[in-house]
């Protein structure tokens, strides 16, 4: 493998209580394959001399940064606060894809996305003419995907744990190295 790879590990991690500690076990299993891990919440951030919306842009500006730095994004698109992923983590996805960026997905929770939203809207889904809906009468995505079109289709794959997905960042580095 030529330079080691840095990767962004995005995703909704950065609000546990022990968000840090986290963290540090994620970077850990990437040292461990050859790949640097760049965490978001590793940015020191002076949140006392700053307004609300001033920390908020230079979280913003910060991990917008660590996007450009990064060879390759790591998401966690696991149900964050309803059936979607973490709202934060599909914008980093989006702007990772946006710059041609390697995108490999992972979740907790591997069903297809009418499965969630069936969960989460218990029995106010509504079946028409092959079509569901949301108790507001809206479509639900039905393509047998793990999140919405938009991210499934923008990361390279959907795997089931952190750990599998760096071993396919990496599996996908060692085959793109073997080509030249």
């Given at each position: 493998?030529?330079?080691?790879?840095?990767?962004?590990?995005?995703?909704?991690?950065?609000?546990?209580?022990?968000a840090k500690e986290y963290g540090?076990?994620?970077?850990?299993?990437?040292?461990?394959?050859?790949?640097?891990?760049?965490?978001?919440?590793?940015?020191?951030?002076?949140?006392?001399?700053?307004?609300?919306?001033?920390?908020?842009?230079?979280?913003?500006?910060?991990?917008?940064?660590?996007?450009?730095?990064?060879?390759?994004?790591?998401?966690?698109?696991?149900?964050?606060?309803?059936?979607?992923?973490?709202?934060?983590?599909?914008?980093?996805?989006?702007?990772?894809?946006?710059?041609?960026?390697?995108?490999?997905?992972?979740?907790?929770?591997?069903?297809?996305?009418?499965?969630?939203?069936?969960?989460?809207?218990?029995?106010?889904?509504?079946?028409?003419?092959?079509?569901?809906?949301?108790?507001?009468?809206?479509?639900?995505?039905?393509?047998?995907?793990?999140?919405?079109?938009?991210?499934?289709?923008?990361?390279?794959?959907?795997?089931?744990?952190?750990?599998?997905?760096?071993?396919?960042?990496?599996?996908?580095?060692?085959?793109?190295?073997?080509?030249?």
């Amino acid at each position: 493998m030529s330079k080691p790879l840095k990767v962004y590990l995005a995703g909704p991690d950065v609000f546990r209580s022990d968000a840090k500690e986290y963290g540090d076990r994620l970077k850990t299993i990437c040292e461990e394959h050859g790949v640097q891990g760049l965490y978001p919440a590793d940015m020191e951030i002076d949140h006392n001399s700053l307004e609300p919306f001033g920390v908020a842009k230079s979280i913003f500006e910060a991990n917008v940064e660590l996007i450009h730095e990064c060879d390759a994004v790591i998401a966690n698109i696991t149900p964050f606060r309803g059936p979607n992923m973490d709202v934060g983590t599909a914008f980093e996805i989006g702007y990772a894809s946006a710059l041609g960026k390697l995108i490999i997905g992972y979740t907790e929770d591997n069903r297809d996305f009418l499965e969630k939203a069936a969960d989460f809207f218990s029995d106010e889904l509504r079946e028409r003419n092959g079509e569901w809906f949301d108790p507001d009468s809206n479509r639900i995505e039905n393509f047998g995907l793990p999140e919405n079109l938009m991210i499934s289709c923008a990361v390279t794959d959907v795997v089931d744990d952190f750990e599998a997905a760096v071993n396919l960042l990496v599996t996908i580095r060692r085959e793109i190295d073997d080509l030249f």
